[in-house]
Nanobody, 123 residues
Framework: QVQLVESGGGLVQAGGSLRLSCITSRRAFSLYGMGWFRQAPGKEREFVAAISRSGGNAYYADSVKGRFTISRDNAKNTVDLQLNSLEPEDTAVYYC????????????????WGQGTQVTVSS
């Protein structure tokens, strides 16, 4: 089983920043498109950002565009999500995921998931 482990979550004030990281044990990391999703209590899991296998293309949900940045380092088997200008509405558990199909907006296209890291933004 491919292991994905997220880190970097925490409690911040509105307007603050966090950097989430995800590391995978899979050697063929570069063959997977990577994505970040989030899920708030009582709500469905939603797409946040995705990045292509080579890192050349990135995609964002409208709600985070301009504030969040996804990046990857295939040599280190990591994918990061920089969260800036955080808002209370960003409070959720953030999940890292890997997709054999490549980049996708749909969670069903992702094959492997991390356990999540909590991001809490206070007002």
């Amino acid at each position: 089983q491919v292991q994905l482990v997220e880190s970097g979550g925490g409690l911040v004030q509105a307007g603050g920043s966090l950097r989430l990281s995800c590391i995978t044990s899979r050697r063929a990391f570069s063959l997977y498109g990577m994505g970040w999703f989030r899920q708030a209590p009582g709500k469905e899991r939603e797409f946040v950002a995705a990045i292509s296998r080579s890192g050349g293309n990135a995609y964002y949900a409208d709600s985070v565009k301009g504030r969040f940045t996804i990046s990857r380092d295939n040599a280190k088997n990591t994918v990061d999500l920089q969260l800036n200008s955080l808002e209370p509405e960003d409070t959720a558990v953030y999940y890292c995921a890997a997709s054999w199909k490549g980049t996708s907006y749909y969670d069903k296209d992702y094959d492997y998931w991390g356990q999540g890291t909590q991001v809490t933004v206070s007002s």
